[in-house]
């Protein structure tokens, strides 16, 4: 392809609807499928991965932010989409284009019911977020009497759903505790669905909720991570495919004596003779130097080559000792033979982390279809 970079971030659509429909395939047929493609889709692209997610039927997105949602709205996405932390001065613009805000607060709430008076909107369709147990955000469940008498005083608004998240669902050590967020949960939808007269959707589940929890999924579930490939368990991500693949080349290679340094600081010194590649692709790029120092490592002809020394703002360095490759060969960073999980591992980190860290510099290039 002419003019297309060293870098690029594929993003196979075949891999995403296959965990789409492996996780579909874990839930009963009635229950709602939630995509959440906040932070650029993990990471990936926001619209070609939504756009996707629509042609297979999903039922909701969920973003964080309302500029998030907006992108979505400008480039055509129909499908209704909840803004999980939605800030007052953004309302207007929420409104503007038919997003579905979180309430999580009652200055939230209260703010909202303004901004809904004066976009002179009516059965305006939210969100009413519980905290049972994360305490990050939502309301505690002594506010239900709050939620009830400012939602009566100003009937504009629609309680499409009650919902709340789990702190450990990927935790197996902490299954009491969620079980505990689970009894929580059906405690407050009892008490709101009463006052209200009827039973919102109710959801609670994230991917590993999915799979460890499925006796909780009610009426509808929100799955991130497990649309990119991932699951949090080892077994699971092996049915799995990862959606995004995170490519590049061998710029130059250097042969290496015993005692010499590579990169700043001299942060690799060698104890052989080795040789070395550099690679487009720095912690500009989202490869922390967290990553340096052989906490990572790169599959070069399909073997595995650590980052050596420190990771620089624009290039790394591999020690590509006794593989047989050449400049201009093809790297992968991550992918389907080395996942995203393992190259965050050692690193004590996350895919959620690594993906979502990809920066904009990078190309993003769609295959499948
Ligand atoms: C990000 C997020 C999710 C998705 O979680 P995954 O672990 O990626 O499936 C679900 N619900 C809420 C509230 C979130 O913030």
Same mark, same amino acid.
């Given at each position: 392809?002419?003019?297309t970079p060293?870098?690029?971030?594929e993003?196979?659509l075949?891999?995403?609807t296959h965990?789409?429909t ?8 009635? %229950?709602?499928f ?5 932070a ?17 039927g999903?039922d909701y997105?969920?973003?964080?932010? %309302?500029? !998030?949602?907006?992108v979505l709205?400008?480039?055509?996405? &129909? %499908?209704?989409i ?12 929420l409104i503007?284009?038919?997003l ?12 909202f019911?303004?901004?809904?008076i004066k976009?002179k909107k ?8 519980f905290?049972t147990?994360?305490?990050?955000l939502?309301?505690? !469940? ?5 939620i ?5 005083e100003q009937?504009?608004?629609k ?7 789990? &702190?450990?669902?990927d935790?197996?050590? !902490?299954?009491?505790?969620?079980e ?13 669905s009463d006052k209200?007269g ?8 994230n991917?590993?909720g999915i799979?460890?929890?499925s006796?909780a ?5 929100r799955s ?8 949090n ?12 693949t995170?490519k %590049?080349?061998?710029?130059q ?8 340094? /590579?990169?700043?600081n ?10 070395t ?7 500009a ?8 120092n ?5 599959l070069?002809?399909g ?6 020394g420190?990771?620089?703002m624009?290039m ?5 000792t006794g593989?047989?490759?050449k400049?201009?060969?093809? /790297? ?9 999980e393992d190259? &965050?591992?050692? &690193?004590n980190?996350?895919?959620? !982390?690594?993906?979502?860290a990809?920066?904009?510099? /990078?190309?993003r ?5």
């Amino acid at each position: 392809m002419p003019n297309t970079p060293a870098t690029v971030l594929e993003i196979n659509l075949d891999a995403l609807t296959h965990n789409y429909t492996y996780l579909k395939s874990r839930l009963k047929p009635n %229950t709602k499928f939630l995509g959440v493609v906040k932070a650029f889709a993990y990471g990936s692209e926001t619209v070609t991965v939504a756009r996707k997610l629509e042609t297979l039927g999903v039922d909701y997105f969920a973003v964080a932010y %309302t500029q !998030e949602g907006v992108v979505l709205r400008e480039a055509g996405i &129909a %499908t209704p989409i909840l803004v999980l932390h939605p800030q007052p001065s953004n309302f207007d613009t929420l409104i503007e284009h038919r997003l579905e805000p979180s309430l999580y607060a009652p200055r939230i709430l209260k703010l909202f019911i303004t901004a809904v008076i004066k976009a002179k909107k009516e059965n305006y369709p939210v969100h009413i977020k519980f905290n049972t147990g994360l305490n990050r955000l939502g309301f505690w !469940e002594n506010d239900v009497a709050y939620i009830i008498k400012k939602l009566q005083e100003q009937p504009l608004l629609k309680v499409v759903s009650v919902f709340s998240h789990l &702190a450990a669902s990927d935790d197996l050590a !902490e299954v009491e505790f969620t079980e505990i967020q689970i009894a929580n949960f059906e405690k407050i939808v009892k008490t709101i669905s009463d006052k209200l007269g009827f039973v919102p959707l109710r959801h609670l589940l994230n991917t590993s909720g999915i799979l460890n929890y499925s006796e909780a999924q009610y009426d509808m579930v929100r799955s991130g991570i497990g649309l990119y490939g991932y699951a949090n368990d080892t077994a699971i991500d092996a049915a799995l495919k990862p959606v995004a693949t995170l490519k %590049t080349v061998i710029s130059q290679m250097h042969q290496i004596e015993p005692g010499e340094s /590579v990169g700043y600081n001299r942060g690799y010194r060698s104890d052989g003779y080795k040789i070395t590649a550099t690679l487009p692709l720095g912690h500009a790029d989202g490869i922390s130097r967290h990553y340096g120092n052989g906490k990572a490592s790169v599959l070069v002809q399909g073997k595995k080559a650590p980052i050596i020394g420190n990771v620089c703002m624009d290039m790394m360095m591999i020690d590509v000792t006794g593989i047989a490759c050449k400049e201009g060969d093809e /790297v992968i960073v991550f992918g389907e033979n080395l996942t995203a999980e393992d190259f &965050a591992k050692n &690193a004590n980190t996350i895919s959620y !982390e690594l993906l979502t860290a990809i920066s904009q510099r /990078v190309k993003r290039i769609t295959t499948g279809s």
